[in-house]
């Protein structure tokens, strides 16, 4: 079998029997969310809770992970939310070594049900799987916990591990795998309510494929012609002399006389890496400066990032003025992950030169909350953090024992210390502290009183929506098309497709040019100067969504495909759409359309959209699911809406454009799939399964 | 032609006496430095490894190796048809997050753990290679040309004499067919290393800057 | 015997390769011309005309060097130089490999050359207004490769206000103190402000 391995495995932690099963009938929903979405549909019944042994984590990869396809390292991981309102079905994506390694040990997916009495971790290490104690590792952080397990298995296994905020059952916890990724969306509580503390993967199998030699060639086509940067930006922040273009705010922050700093043995300049050059692809992005700022080159030894992806955004960094603060002086995240909880303090300071004490702030924060596991609903809990304090809400959630105990002032001065003193209480589970990271809806829930309606509609929360799930992205990149993608989720949206686009760093019209040949006149705004909804903006945000499904599906990173653009001037900058379905047919050896793969996708967006009806209970999505927070109609409130200088949106319009995103999936006028549609992408007992419950 | 070869083999034994058993400790050329893509301080840290074969030189350099592997699914799929780490012929799976193993000091030590450093193993394509003696039935051979340590399947039984032989734990028998696989030099590897962090340099340009 | 003397045996002599081409001195001086500005454009630099006058490779005679320069001014250059271009700076000719240096690059460096700051200030943020549209940050002045510093740019900014030409140019600041320049051929100043402060500040505080 080429591509799948057509088995997925079983583990029970109630039993800690495991079974290896067949995956072949998931197939038509091609791997990764698609198959993860679709056995929580069969096995998980509406309105489990999320925490109860009867709800399952599905872990999931695809056919294309594994292949060495660029951007392939990629694991989905599907299962009910704790953190937003409705509970409804949610994935996460992690990245690392895990994708590889489970594809490895031959498995499709891994479904983890029940829950264990005592904390235990999975162990399959190539063809023994078994339910192992882990008692002496509860407690552990995650860097320590991977530590462990490697020192005991082997210093290769993949390991996937909650730290305090999952076993103290925060809303907020994360997985982490291996060095730094994580997968979030609350799993660590699924995982902490399971008593699961960690899976260790090792395998030595192969990834079979239809055509080596045509993917290789594919692979190399990829890599020389198609990609950019991180993000898929494909301009350089600084002029440079292969380019035409030059654009800082793109991540292709590399170039001549920009260094990783604290490489071993000397600086390593980044130099100019023109496309066409996949061996040296690996210098374009300097994350660490990007996101440190230019402070941050001495301090990077070299860029890392998962499994089988040329661009490496995770910034590696050596802070020597963490020693003896942290556990260890280095670490590596990229984008939030570097500096999750920096925003916490008022003034940073500053060591050896302007701008480290903010970089040194940052790299303690995020040490701390891998260790912990601590997830932040992409700079959620910063915000609500920030919000309580900032409205003298802390005192009123804490006794004035528990309030005095902290030295607020640490926060003006800023003492990094202080970013600690409230994480340590946030994790712990008993602190009022811990009660804000629930996620936005549930602390709303909580403390509405205190709060009044201001909280979740404020743009000091941007949030996409009432349920309380961040904006990533939203308006702010691209008007109506990005704050579109959110409503098909249950969680922050993360839909790279279409802000990869705008932050191409390609001059305005080129962009819209090549776009509009795809969707249609009028898709595309120039940045902050948006226009009124329209159907070319609808089938653009509907490919936003159904290659990002893909990609969770496939599986591969939506932080940088699809290859809508190129960074060669000789093909004008325009990318190539088929790749996937390329990638999809050298792997499988079964030829595939760009047109085929989509409709694949969009099979499990009308799956998730059907189960999101359900979880909701009512068919009247618009109003009770698809709502954004006031402030996306008032912010810049001295600039009218769809002139220059604003990303506000307007009620109307925003009821216009769900109108026409909903006709460009077959949904009713409420947002509802139609039994048509259910049909129409083999969904005819879904459909019979919302008519029984009178959701169709 | 045959020139060229005795070219090469004078290089490569004048290069050997030159680097030994590594580059650590021994001044370089500015030629051979940017040969090798590398600096003086680089070369006598002990981050830049080489391994000669009778075609060119393997530079392995850990500063630049950031862990993709890459590498290893590219050797794969170019000699084996399937994309299987375990079966590369170069190896970063085993080492990346703490080196060879974990240690106490695993905080400050090698991979991604400690210190990022992540030196992928490889065949040293041997002189009096272990593997090719080791093996009972004489599939592992020298080719005539390149005196590259080739293995030939026909023969070969899956004994796994060759992998008990080897002290770098490079071959490995492919579980799919039974048969042994090794290096056989083919590049595939440096083709697929983003930083490039794996270099070829073929003796011809070495002798130009010896 | 060995492999390697079996293979001796076997094989032809071979002489060293002597088809050579016969070239001419003028189609040695074009290679010579052509390898040096091929070399100081790998390196991301133009090449002034008085620069080559002043280090003319030794195989080039100085009339055949401004014959073979003359043609390329027409766009057509001769044999090697087939791929060299020029762009005209404010002070003088640059020359370039354009099969390996864009167009706006060469005119940028050339500009850089020039050491004309209000040009260079004016030519790039006129672009980026048009093109993007985005306006031009006094930090991108700083970095690769123009290198100003910051009283440069300050200095800059003053002396544009004086000069009709740059009549179009002004400043905008962004919340964080963060300037840059913009032309109000191309976008008015309140949009310049609100995208400087998308990408200074909200880029960063709402990713």
């Given at each position: 079998m080429n591509g799948w391995t057509g088995k997925l495995l079983r583990v029970n932690l109630t039993t800690g029997q495991s079974a290896v099963e067949s995956s072949?009938?998931?197939?038509d929903y091609i791997g990764g969310k698609g198959m993860a979405n679709r056995i929580i549909y069969e096995e998980v019944p509406n309105?489990?809770?999320?925490?109860?042994?009867e709800s399952k984590i599905v872990m999931a990869i695809g056919p294309?992970?594994?292949?060495?396809?660029?951007?392939?390292?990629r694991t989905t991981l599907a299962f009910l939310s704790p953190?937003?309102?409705?509970n409804a079905i949610v994935d996460a994506h992690v990245g690392g070594d895990t994708a590889v390694m489970l594809k490895g040990c031959g498995f499709d997916a891994m479904i983890i049900e029940g829950a264990a009495a005592n904390p235990v971790y999975i162990k399959v290490i190539e063809d023994e799987v078994t339910v192992e104690d882990a008692t002496d590792l509860w407690g552990k952080t995650t860097t320590e916990t991977t530590a462990a397990l490697c020192e005991k298995h082997g210093a290769g296994v993949n390991v996937m591990s909650i730290g305090q905020a999952g076993e103290n059952l925060l809303n907020l916890s994360c997985v982490i795998s291996g060095v730094a990724h994580s997968a979030g969306g609350g799993i660590g509580k699924l995982f902490g309510s399971k008593k699961l503390k960690a899976i260790a993967l090792y395998g030595k199998k192969a990834t079979q494929v239809a055509d080596a030699k045509r993917l290789l060639e594919l692979n190399n086509y990829i890599m020389s012609d198609l990609m950019g940067a991180n993000?898929?930006?494909?301009?350089?922040?600084v002029p440079q002399s292969w380019a035409q273009y030059s654009n800082?705010?793109?991540?292709?922050?590399?170039?001549?006389?920009?260094?990783?700093?604290?490489?071993?043995g000397g600086p390593i300049d980044t130099g100019e890496s023109a496309p066409g050059q996949p061996t040296l692809?690996?210098?374009?992005?300097q994350k660490a400066v990007f996101d440190?700022?230019?402070?941050a080159e001495k301090y990077t030894v070299k860029m890392v990032g998962c499994t089988?992806?040329?661009?490496?955004?995770y910034g590696g960094v050596n802070v020597p003025m963490l020693e003896g603060v942290t556990p260890n002086t280095t670490h590596a995240n990229t984008?939030?992950?570097?500096?999750?909880?920096?925003?916490?303090?008022?003034n940073y300071q500053d060591v050896h030169d302007e701008g480290d004490g903010r970089m040194t702030a940052g790299v303690y924060s995020a040490i701390l909350a891998d260790d912990y596991g601590l997830w932040d609903n992409y700079g959620e809990l910063n915000a609500t953090l920030n919000y309580f304090i900032n409205n003298g809400l802390m005192e009123k959630i804490m006794t004035p024992e528990q309030y005095a105990?902290?030295?607020?002032?640490k926060r003006e001065t800023g003492d990094m210390t202080f970013i600690k003193d409230i994480l340590e209480r946030v994790v712990s589970?008993?602190?009022?502290?811990?009660?804000?990271?629930?996620?936005a809806y549930y602390v709303d829930q909580q403390y509405h009183d205190i709060l009044g309606d201001d909280y979740l509609n404020s743009s000091a929360m941007t949030?996409?929506?009432?349920?309380?799930?961040?904006?990533?992205?939203?308006?702010?990149?691209?008007a109506q098309v990005g704050m579109l993608?959110?409503?098909?989720?249950?969680?922050?949206?993360?839909?790279h497709t279409i802000v990869n686009i705008t932050g191409s760093g390609l001059p305005y019209e080129i962009q819209r040019n090549i776009v509009e040949e795809h969707?249609?006149?009028?898709c595309l705004d120039k940045p902050k100067n948006y226009t009124r909804m329209n159907e070319a903006k609808a089938r653009f945000a509907k490919f936003g969504v159904v290659r990002q499904v893909l990609h969770d599906s496939f599986t591969l990173c939506n932080w940088v495909w699809?290859?809508?653009?190129?960074?060669r001037k000789e093909r004008g900058y325009k990318g190539d759409l088929s790749a996937e379905a390329k990638l999809m047919s050298a792997v499988t050896g079964k030829e595939w359309t760009a047109e085929e793969l989509d409709f694949a996708a969009e099979r499990v967006i009308q799956l998730h959209r059907a189960m999101t009806v359900k979880s909701v209970g009512s068919r009247d999505m618009r109003n009770l699911h698809d709502v954004i927070p006031e402030y996306a109609y008032t912010t810049e409130p001295d600039v009218p809406v769809f002139t220059e200088g604003t990303v506000k949106m307007e009620k109307e319009d925003w009821q216009l454009a769900l109108s026409m995103f909903y006709q460009q999936f077959g949904w009713d006028e409420q947002g509802a799939p139609t039994r048509e549609t259910l049909e129409k992408f083999g969904l005819a007992d879904v459909a019979d399964d919302l008519a029984a419950a009178n959701l169709l | 032609m045959s020139k060229g070869i005795m070219n090469r083999e004078l290089t490569r034994r004048e290069f050997m006496k030159l680097?030994?058993?590594?580059?650590?400790g021994v001044a370089l050329s500015s030629s051979l430095l940017r040969l090798f893509d590398c600096t003086q301080a680089q070369a006598e840290s002990g981050q830049v490894k080489v391994y000669p074969n009778s075609e060119y030189v393997l530079v392995v350099n850990k500063a630049k190796?950031?862990?993709?592997?890459?590498c290893e699914v590219n050797c794969t799929l170019t000699n084996d048809g399937k994309a299987q780490p375990y079966l590369s012929?170069?190896?970063?799976r085993d080492n990346f997050?703490?080196?060879p193993k974990v240690n106490e000091n695993y905080l400050t030590a090698a991979g991604f753990f400690g210190d990022w450093s992540v030196e992928p193993a490889t065949c040293h394509?041997?002189?009096?290679?272990p593997c090719m003696l080791a093996c009972p039935v004489g599939?592992?051979?020298?080719?005539?040309?390149?005196?590259?340590?080739?293995?030939d399947q026909e023969k070969?039984?899956?004994?796994?004499a060759c992998v008990a032989a080897c002290p770098f734990g490079m071959p490995k028998i492919d579980?799919?067919?039974?048969k042994s696989t090794k290096c056989i030099a083919c590049g595939a590897c440096v083709a697929g290393c983003p930083t490039s962090a794996l270099k070829i340099v073929l003796w011809d340009e070495i002798a130009a800057a010896l | 015997m060995d492999d390697y003397q079996a293979l001796e045996n076997n094989q032809p002599e071979t002489t060293a390769q002597t088809d050579e081409l016969q070239q001419t001195p003028r189609q040695i001086a074009a290679a010579a011309l052509a390898d040096v500005l091929y070399d100081r454009t790998a390196h991301s630099k133009v090449t002034s005309a008085k620069w080559l006058k002043q280090?003319?490779?030794?195989?080039?005679?100085r009339a055949v060097m401004d014959e073979l320069l003359a043609a390329v001014d027409a766009g057509?250059?001769?044999?090697?130089?087939?791929?060299i271009a020029m762009t005209r700076g404010g002070k003088d000719k640059y020359y370039y490999n354009a099969s390996i240096m864009t167009q706006e690059y060469a005119r940028l460096d050339a500009m850089l050359e020039d050491k004309d700051i209000l040009k260079t200030i004016a030519t790039v943020t006129r672009s980026d207004c048009k093109l993007y549209p985005r306006p031009t940050e006094f930090s991108k002045l700083m970095?690769?490769?123009?290198?100003?510093s910051l009283d440069e740019v300050e200095g800059a900014a003053a002396r544009m206000q004086l000069r009709e030409e740059y009549g179009d140019i002004g400043v905008v600041q962004a919340s964080n103190g963060a300037k840059a320049f913009y032309s109000s051929q191309f976008v008015k100043e309140g949009y310049a402000r609100a995208l400087l402060e998308g990408s200074e500040v909200e880029a960063h505080e709402w990713p």
């Open positions: 072949e009938k998931y197939f309105g489990t809770e999320p925490t109860a042994p294309n992970t594994g292949t060495n396809a660029p951007c392939s390292g953190f937003t309102k409705y993000n898929n930006h494909v301009v350089p922040t800082k705010s793109t991540r292709w922050t590399g170039h001549p006389g920009l260094t990783w700093g604290a490489a071993e692809m690996g210098y374009r992005t440190h700022g230019p402070v089988s992806c040329p661009i490496r955004c984008c939030i992950g570097n500096r999750p909880y920096v925003g916490l303090l008022k105990e902290i030295d607020w002032t589970g008993t602190h009022p502290l811990s009660t804000l990271a629930q996620g949030l996409w929506g009432l349920i309380g799930a961040k904006r990533h992205h939203g308006n702010e990149c691209a993608t959110n409503i098909i989720y249950n969680r922050d949206g993360m839909c969707f249609g006149e009028g699809p290859m809508t653009f190129s960074p | 680097t030994g058993k590594g580059m650590a190796c950031t862990g993709c592997q890459r012929r170069i190896n970063a997050q703490f080196g394509q041997c002189e009096n290679a599939a592992i051979y020298p080719d005539p040309l390149t005196s590259v340590r080739l293995l070969c039984i899956g004994c796994g579980p799919d067919n039974g | 280090n003319a490779p030794k195989e080039v005679d057509k250059g001769e044999d090697d130089l087939s791929h970095g690769y490769p123009f290198r100003f």
